[in-house]
């Protein structure tokens, strides 16, 4: 795992996003990363990824997951980062902005 954290956003970076998740993130139960790797580009210039094995990761995924009616699980996608250790590092943040998902951060491979 690398050590590089120089795009994991900063607390003041977060607020903007976290208030746009904030009626959201309450549902959650608890965030989930997954390793990615970039199969393409839309029409936009926007990147494609798909899930893959740590060792192919171009990117780390965060989502919060919570229980919906009708379905398992309902994913938000929050935020792509560079490594898995910046992918911690965000959800460390947000963690300790929402007490109820304190501890509760998992690395799905």
């Given at each position: 795992?690398?050590?590089?954290?120089?795009?994991?956003?900063?607390?003041?970076?977060?607020?903007?996003?976290?208030?746009?998740?904030?009626?959201?993130?309450?549902?959650?139960?608890?965030?989930?990363?997954?390793?990615?790797?970039?199969?393409?580009?839309?029409?936009?210039?926007?990147?494609?990824?798909?899930?893959?094995?740590?060792?192919?990761?171009?990117?780390?995924?965060?989502?919060?997951?919570?229980?919906?009616?009708?379905?398992?699980?309902?994913?938000?996608?929050?935020?792509?980062?560079?490594?898995?250790?910046?992918?911690?590092?965000?959800?460390?943040?947000?963690?300790?902005?929402?007490p109820h998902l304190r501890g509760?951060?998992?690395?799905?491979?």
């Amino acid at each position: 795992m690398s050590d590089d954290k120089s795009n994991v956003p900063s607390l003041e970076q977060l607020k903007p996003l976290v208030r746009s998740l904030v009626m959201r993130i309450k549902n959650f139960e608890r965030l989930e990363i997954q390793p990615h790797r970039l199969i393409g580009y839309g029409r936009r210039g926007e990147e494609i990824t798909w899930p893959c094995e740590p060792e192919l990761a171009t990117c780390w995924i965060v989502y919060g997951v919570c229980q919906t009616y009708g379905s398992p699980d309902s994913y938000d996608h929050f935020t792509s980062l560079h490594t898995e250790a910046a992918a911690l590092t965000f959800c460390d943040k947000v963690m300790g902005m929402f007490p109820h998902l304190r501890g509760r951060c998992s690395v799905a491979i």
